[in-house]
């Protein structure tokens, strides 16, 4: 079984308002952003990995060229819910 994201809700200066049930907005949250600001991050972030994930082999490869940053955004989706399709290099 894969591990998912788990949200740091040991730091009592945490607020997850308007994060909650979105561990992707959780992340965010975590990592510093307001909870007001990351329900509409975490949607983009989801609608790109979507995007990116739905791509046949040779657009696939065309995004990673001409828009790494795009494929960037989608893997921090994949590295939170690893059972998604992920662009990390084989090791």
Excluded: C
């Excluded at 040991?10 to 994060?19: D, G, L, Q």
């Excluded at 994949?78 to 992920?86: R, W």
Aim: hydrophobic share 35%.
């Amino acid at each position: 079984m894969t591990d998912y994201y788990k949200p740091n809700k040991s730091n009592e200066h945490i607020n997850y308002f308007e994060a909650t049930d979105d561990l992707v907005a959780m992340y965010l949250v975590d990592k510093g952003f307001a909870s007001t600001r990351t329900p509409e991050l975490s949607k983009a972030i989801t609608q790109i990995h979507k995007a990116i994930s739905s791509l046949d082999g040779r657009n696939t490869e065309l995004v990673k060229k001409l828009f790494p940053e795009m494929v960037a955004v989608a893997q921090l989706y994949a590295d939170i819910f690893p059972d998604s399709t992920s662009w990390k290099e084989e090791e």
